[in-house]
């Protein structure tokens, strides 16, 4: 998926990058986002570092303009006590512009991360795939893949001299 975000670009492309100090590192409990509690942010890759985060956590989620985005699915306890749980409304005001997007459609992915942890043909754990934006059966004779559901959607106005 790919979105146009004023003159920015939006991509949910699979990838596995190394995580660079501004990226962000979105933080989520159910539809409830964690910021830092001094500034009211989003946390980056430095931050998680200093809150004694392990890059083994890390699930790589979407990319803006070589920003990248990673989540993490089960967030320790001893991080989650010095973050400020918000609810994800406060996204809509998060600033540059191009980072509401990009932090709304990080908790969509999230959330389908977390509603696919166990397959649905045996019931076995799903883990984040290697090689592709998916989740994989650890089921050795299940070996199941989910996809993301994609919803596209198209606005249009079509104009006839000076009417919509």
Known sequence: MIQEIGQHMLSTEFAKPKPKATDFVLLFEHTDVFLLPETGTLPTY???????????????MLEVDGIQFF??????????????????????????RWLRLA?????????????????????????????ELAMRCTNEDCHSVTYPTVCPAVIVGVRNGDRI
């Open 46 to 60: 430095r931050d998680w570092c200093a809150l004694g985060g392990s890059d083994e956590l890390l699930v790589h």
């Open 71 to 96: 989540t993490v699915l089960d967030l320790p306890e001893d991080i989650r006590s010095q973050l400020k749980k918000d609810v994800s409304r406060c996204l809509r005001t998060a600033q540059p």
């Open 103 to 131: 932090a709304v459609t990080g908790l969509h992915l999230y959330q389908w991360f977390q509603t696919h942890r166990f397959c649905g043909v045996c019931g076995a754990p799903m883990r984040p795939d290697a090689k």
